[in-house]
Nanobody, 126 residues
Framework: QVQLVESGGGLVQAGASLRLSCEASGRLFSPYAMGWLRQAPGKEREFVAHIRWSGTTYYADSVKGRFTISRDNAKNMVYLQMNSVKPEDTAVYYC????????????????????WGQGTQVTVSS
């Protein structure tokens, strides 16, 4: 089992920055890819970013150039730095992990993730 706990959400104005954190526990962290997904009210959950065990990163087009995903394997942490936020970034943000280390699934799909945090709310006012 992998346990994930997110923190760092809140209410910010458009154009501001915010950093989300996710602490993982339960299994060796470094061989896992980690993802951030979000769900806005009335919408499907969507991919935001993921980072492979190698450190390679991938982003949704909607956040590319504004958000940065990173990890600290020594601390079992993954982060999402959100810059120049927009009202359309308003959502509950989830940290997620796949079912096993070095999983070769489609990390852009929520179906590739078995472990989820409780979510942290990000609200961006215009």
């Amino acid at each position: 089992q992998v346990q994930l706990v997110e923190s760092g959400g809140g209410l910010v104005q458009a154009g501001a920055s915010l950093r989300l954190s996710c602490e993982a526990s339960g299994r060796l962290f470094s061989p896992y890819a980690m993802g951030w997904l979000r769900q806005a009210p009335g919408k499907e959950r969507e991919f935001v970013a993921h980072i492979r065990w190698s450190g390679t990163t991938y982003y949704a087009d909607s956040v590319k150039g504004r958000f940065t995903i990173s990890r600290d394997n020594a601390k079992n942490m993954v982060y999402l730095q959100m810059n120049s936020v927009k009202p359309e970034d308003t959502a509950v943000y989830y940290c997620a992990a796949p079912p096993r280390p070095r999983y070769s699934g489609d990390y852009n799909s929520e179906k590739s993730y078995d472990y989820w945090g409780q979510g942290t709310q990000v609200t961006v006012s215009s």
